[in-house]
């Protein structure tokens, strides 16, 4: 009986000493393992490439948005003179914004040479990207959208006497009381004020 004891004691503190002589290895690395970088996205199922999105930024709300807008934009060669305005929440809105079914993206954007805000709306049904303000005149010749601290996706019933063509429209101003709306008419984004009462 106590030799049993003595032998497994023996083996117990013989292990416990190989345990301690061996080198602690938290992460098994592999020197052959390639670790991608950061800033490399998957943008198809055949290739990889450096996307705008993920260069010198430290903000990670892009990866919300959906892969078909990431590539619309970057066909567009979107980046060069656009960046992303975050600070506005949400900064992009998806909805029905014209005639069809297929879920279109509106994008708070900022010119770069000018620092001038604005609206870029990426259409679901053939990826084309249209402007407003960001140094794009509106109908009222303003190019500037730097008082939209609002917005969001209404019925286009919010302006029943207007040829709305989209599903939705967007509402926006610089408060929910002080507001104008953007809607489609089946050709163009429109900007309307409403008559001041």
């Known amino acids: 009986m106590i030799s049993r004891f003595l032998i497994r004691a023996v083996?117990?503190?013989?292990l416990l000493a190989a345990c301690k002589r061996a080198p602690a290895r938290a992460h098994p690395v592999s020197v052959?393992?390639?670790v991608p970088s950061p800033t490399v996205v998957r943008l198809t199922q055949r290739a990889y490439t450096r996307s705008p999105l993920n260069v010198d930024t430290t903000h990670h709300a892009e990866r919300n948005l959906p892969e078909w807008v990431q590539q619309a934009l970057i066909r567009r060669a979107f980046f060069p003179r656009y960046a992303l305005f975050y600070e506005v929440n949400p900064f992009y809105l998806s909805g029905r914004l014209d005639g069809d079914s297929i879920a279109d993206?509106?994008?708070?954007?900022?010119?770069?040479?000018s620092g001038k805000?604005?609206?870029a709306f990426v259409?679901?049904?053939?990826s084309s990207v249209r402007f407003l303000g960001a140094g794009t005149p509106l109908p009222n010749g303003a190019d500037d959208l730097r008082d939209v601290w609002f917005w969001r996706i209404e019925g286009r019933s919010a302006l029943p006497e207007e040829p709305?063509?989209?599903i939705e429209i967007i509402r926006l101003g610089a408060s929910p009381s002080e507001w104008?709306?953007?809607w489609w008419n089946g050709a163009r984004y429109i900007w309307y004020n409403p008559p001041i009462d």
Do not use: N, P, Y
């Open 180 to 182: 104008s709306t953007v």
């Open 105 to 113: 993206v509106a994008l708070q954007i900022i010119e770069k040479s």
């Open 11 to 14: 083996v117990i503190l013989g």
């Open 117 to 119: 805000r604005g609206i």
């Open 164 to 166: 709305v063509q989209g």
């Open 123 to 126: 259409q679901g049904r053939d």
């Open 32 to 34: 052959h393992q390639a």
